[in-house]
């Protein structure tokens, strides 16, 4: 999904991913001074993605390029191997100011661990910035429900040689239930903007004084699907 053709800031057309690079670009100020830390990076997810992107924007404005640094509760070690042997900006030893980002992965921590991952990242992180699709709003169940049911078309387009993947997908639908669980859970669990600013908030011994928080809602995947993207920066970094 980070590299199908949609939206960006201003209607132009974008990617997800050069969206995501655009949305730390504009909030993070001397982006180049951070290490990009994914603590829930899962196979990777975006950073392949994101890290060219980040870089050729960087490098365009004359700037020096970032570090990506991936980490998960599940360590998906040869996946990350495979994606850091293609670029010497992925690394595994982060070295500068650390920027903190979670792709389409907070919604995995229920309330007391959420308002933890953000005290941490205020405690021990300079930046962080939470990129999500999914929460409790109507758009957001109709791009699942539009997602859920993608497949049904794309794997005879994409998967046209694959009888296996037709057989699980057309004829006994695994995997179109597989992305309305996920996907459907994942609205649920997810948050808005409103509810991650309140988790910050309702703590009330955290100093928060020299942090600037920005966040908004960006309609990158056109019919439905709106990015929604909460950045926050510790003042004088
Ligand atoms: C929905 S996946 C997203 C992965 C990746 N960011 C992507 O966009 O594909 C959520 C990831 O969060 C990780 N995760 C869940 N709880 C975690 C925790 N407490 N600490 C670190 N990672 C965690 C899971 O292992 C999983 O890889």
């Known amino acids: 999904m980070w590299h199908t053709a949609g939206k960006g800031m201003r209607g132009e057309d974008s990617t997800p991913a050069d969206f995501a690079c655009?949305?730390?670009?504009?909030?993070?100020?001397n982006l180049?001074?951070?290490?990009?830390i994914d603590p829930c990076a899962g196979a990777g997810g975006p950073i392949p993605f994101l890290e060219p992107a980040l870089n050729r924007k960087l490098r365009?404005?004359?700037?020096?390029?970032?570090?990506?640094?991936?980490?998960?509760?599940?360590?998906?070690?040869?996946?990350?191997?495979a994606?850091?042997?293609?670029?010497?900006?992925?690394?595994?030893?982060?070295g500068k100011k650390e920027c903190r980002i979670y792709n389409l992965c907070f919604h995995h921590f229920d309330d007391p661990d959420a308002q933890l991952v953000l005290r941490s990242a205020i405690e021990s992180?300079?930046?962080?910035?939470?990129?999500?699709?999914?929460?409790?709003?109507?758009?957001?169940?109709?791009?699942?429900t539009f997602l859920m049911l993608s497949p049904f078309l794309t794997t005879l387009v994409w998967f046209r040689n694959f009888p296996l993947h037709i057989f699980f997908t057309n004829v006994i639908p695994?995997?179109?239930?597989?992305?309305?669980?996920?996907?459907?859970?994942?609205?649920?669990?997810?948050?808005?903007?409103?509810e991650?600013?309140?988790?910050?908030?309702?703590?009330?011994?955290?100093?928060?004084?020299v942090w600037e928080f920005s966040s908004g809602e960006t309609k990158v995947l056109p019919p439905f699907g709106?990015?929604?993207?909460?950045?926050?920066?510790?003042?004088?970094?």
């Open 60 to 81: 365009d404005g004359g700037a020096a390029p970032v570090r990506f640094v991936m980490s998960d509760l599940w360590p998906s070690l040869e996946r990350w191997a």
């Open 83 to 94: 994606i850091s042997h293609r670029s010497e900006h992925i690394t595994r030893k982060p």
């Open 125 to 144: 992180s300079d930046t962080f910035v939470i990129f999500e699709m999914t929460n409790r709003t109507l758009t957001a169940f109709l791009n699942t």
């Open 32 to 36: 180049p001074s951070f290490d990009i």
């Open 174 to 194: 695994l995997v179109p239930l597989m992305f309305a669980v996920d996907g459907y859970v994942s609205c649920i669990r997810g948050r808005t903007n409103r």
């Open 196 to 209: 991650l600013e309140e988790l910050l908030r309702r703590q009330k011994d955290l100093d928060l004084s």
């Open 226 to 237: 709106v990015m929604y993207w909460y950045v926050g920066v510790k003042k004088g970094d």
């Open 22 to 29: 655009d949305v730390m670009l504009e909030h993070i100020p």
